[in-house]
């Protein structure tokens, strides 16, 4: 089962915290429990992993079918909470490049999370020749990247299909009654998903949003779902033997001691993109009232060789929580050379994972000693369920954090500022003083 390690943590927090935190943190978690905290509309991811709707799961898996039997590439579409769980998961448990590997499943591609034409250009180039479908998710139904990009996928579907043609291979994720997707989408017949009122984007990794591009490339979802059943039972237990009570109060406790910024790190490169979802899903959760750790990512041992220079000796802003999957899926172990030319012959007949994990306990000490606490989150290995374990840690350790620091966890006003400034700049219609002010601002 997922742990969480505290190493040398007496050097930066000398005093005994649990006791004290203890009170707000079952507080934090009777607010999680029975949604009565602020935002606690927004608290249905907590008991997804056991109440999620089984029929939409069965539909889930069906159409997952459906799109490896008659494609060979799925567009996904969707930005923020739409799309990064689902990369996350896939890269995790597939690799970084899934899409390079000789299989039977589709290529993912993941696109309308940015305003790139280069990028987008090139995904209709791949598509070139190539049977595909498309799963526009968006819970809004309304966010600008997503909804671009669809016009652009949805035109060259039913330009090679056909409108009838294409019906078949839209499948659209979004709210169960409103918005201009879900108009759209039963208008024009498409088969729809739900992503759940009571969940929120960044949340919203194990509903339909995740599962069905997750599902394309043949992940076990039952076993994610498991997993996260596993860590939803674990954590149902208001005490400091649940991890994410663990971790909620460190990382509190390093705040209040003045760390301002949360490296997270992995030694594995197919992990990226969680790290992503999970700045995402702490940097939005906590990120306003002016308070909130500032959540980065790096890559180890890359970043070590670029960014570890400033987390061994510059200005000591940050900890470090470290995620260690575990044993690879392969074992490689180094060759032996006759001439030992490069001096290697000492680490002859080693595994990789051995010398990986002689650089992970070099760079703990290392780090500690140079004033960077450290935090270490055992995975219970690297598979789908394992993998479901991580995700609902997270997010519970996440909800925990936001009522510890006083704020609304599930809310995001902050992201509204540029959407409103993009839509005058465009010069949507509503938006027309807005626009005057701005294009002054900007001497146009
Ligand atoms: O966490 C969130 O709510 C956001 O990141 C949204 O997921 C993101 O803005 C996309 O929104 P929508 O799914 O409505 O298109």
Known sequence: MLDVKLFEMKTFLPMPYEDALAPRLKLAHEKLQNGSGAGGEFTGWVHLPRDYDKEEFARIQAAAARIQANSQALVVIGIGGSYLGARGVIDCLCSPNYNLKKKDTPNVYFVGNGLSADSMQEVLDLLDGVDFSVNVISKSGT???????????????EKKYGKEGARERIFATTDKARGALKSLADAEG??????PDEIGGRYSVLTAVGLLPIAVTGVDIEALMRGAAQMMDICATPSFDCPAWKYAAIRYELYRSGRSIELLACYDPAFRFMSEWWKQLYGESEGKDGKGLFPASVEFTADLHSMGQ???QGK???FE??????????????????????????LAGESMDFIRDRAMEGTLLAHTEGGVPNVIVEADGKGPEALGQLIYFFEYACGLSGYLLDVNPFDQPGVEAYKKNMFALLGKSGYEDRKAELEAKLNK
């Open 143 to 157: 966010t600008t990247e997503p909804a671009v990009a669809f016009r652009f996928f949805r035109e060259a579907l």
């Open 310 to 312: 400033y987390i061994q």
């Open 190 to 195: 498409w088969e729809t998903f739900v992503v």
């Open 321 to 346: 929580t470290v995620v260690r999957l575990g044993a690879s899926g392969h074992q490689l172990y180094v060759p032996r050379d006759e001439d030992d030319g490069d001096g290697l012959n000492f």
């Open 316 to 318: 000591r802003l940050m």
